[in-house]
């Protein structure tokens, strides 16, 4: 084995967030693809289940740290330990909804942890030297929200659109992302950052729109859509993100920012109809389940479309969506039908107690 296969087969990476939706998807997409041993550093907020990592119990490449990005005395011990080659930054509040009730968690992690981690990283890498310090990246995962609200007729958002971001938890990103252009630019440390837009598939809590959808369709519950619902979101397949980040990670230009679509532009009346459709398919029931769908007062500050020009990470990387909608989809559906369990297990408590607080005062429009 080479000197450089071996550092990168010894060397794990540092991904935080990982028993989050996407993290998850990563961590799981990382054993199957890569040598590297990977560390996953998680706070187990409500959006945080370990039960996504089950299956590496005994995968001796895998360690799972339980703590919380904003720790940084923790953070300092983490890098020490482990020396890792590169950190993949997931760890976030990520719900919009949430971040309208309730801002605070959002600044606390998405900005004040994205410092602390910014500045561990820093830190190590000032420790580093020769091989080992030139192979050091910091690649954190951003949002395509932080560019605002796009009109029918206008371009797609691409790396050089302005920031316009307009919900707090689009806020607590855009600030994130400009720390870490500032930390690259100032402190000269490795940084990348994606954009990506809205992700879908295996593992996404069901406060989102698409498992939501398939989780109170099933339960026989209305099916909220927000305001007229023509609203449009880019849905990009949850694997061919994570395929995206790899090669981002191996081989992005230091400094630069790569937007990440899935090229399909969807509205969500029309998604919410195409699951129903699928169940309909999939899960018979009595009535189509179309029927569940209510009208239900708008998000404030609700952004009308978002769609993602990739041509950046397609021309300098090679990468494409390998997914298209209604494949992505079906697939979706069908792992939440196979997975009723896993649904019922993370609508606990808490769970319940959001869906009341975030529901229970919309008005319903006839
Ligand atoms: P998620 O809410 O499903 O998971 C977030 C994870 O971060 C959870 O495991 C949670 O426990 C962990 N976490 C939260 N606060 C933490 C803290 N202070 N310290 C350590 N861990 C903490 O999120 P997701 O949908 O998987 O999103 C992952 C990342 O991708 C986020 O940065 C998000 O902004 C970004 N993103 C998501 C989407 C999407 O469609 N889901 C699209 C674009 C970008
Ligand atoms: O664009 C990327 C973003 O996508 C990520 O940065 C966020 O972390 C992620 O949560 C997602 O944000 P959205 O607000 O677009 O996703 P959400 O699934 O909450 O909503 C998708 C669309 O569906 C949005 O227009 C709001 C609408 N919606 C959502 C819910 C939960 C409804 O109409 N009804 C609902 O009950």
Known sequence: MSSSAEFVASSPILVTGGCGFIGANFVLDWMRHETSP????????????????????????????????????????????????????????SHVDRSIHGPDAFLRTNIDGTFRLLQAAREHYASLEGEVRAAFRFLHVSTDEVYGTLEPEDAAFSETTPYAPNSPYAASKASSDLLVRAWHHTYALPTLITNCSNNY??????????????????????????????????WLFVEDHCTAIRRVLSSGRLGETYNIGGNNQRANLDVVKTICSLLDELRPGAKPYAEQIRFVEDRPGHDRRYAIDATKIERELGWQPAHTFPTGLRATVEWYLANAAWIENVMSGEYLHWIERNYAGREVKA
């Open 201 to 234: 598939g295996q593992y996404q809590f069901p406060e989102k729109l698409i498992p939501l959808t398939i989780a109170n369709a099933l339960a026989g519950k209305p099916l909220p859509v927000y305001g007229d619902g023509q609203q449009v979101r880019d």
């Open 38 to 93: 990977l560390v996953n550093l998680d706070a187990l907020t409500y959006a945080g289940n370990p039960e996504n990592l089950a299956a590496l119990a005994d995968e001796p490449r895998y360690t799972f740290v339980h703590g919380d990005i904003t720790d940084s005395e923790l953070l300092r011990e983490l890098f020490a330990r482990h020396r890792p080659r590169a950190v993949v930054h997931f760890a976030a509040e």
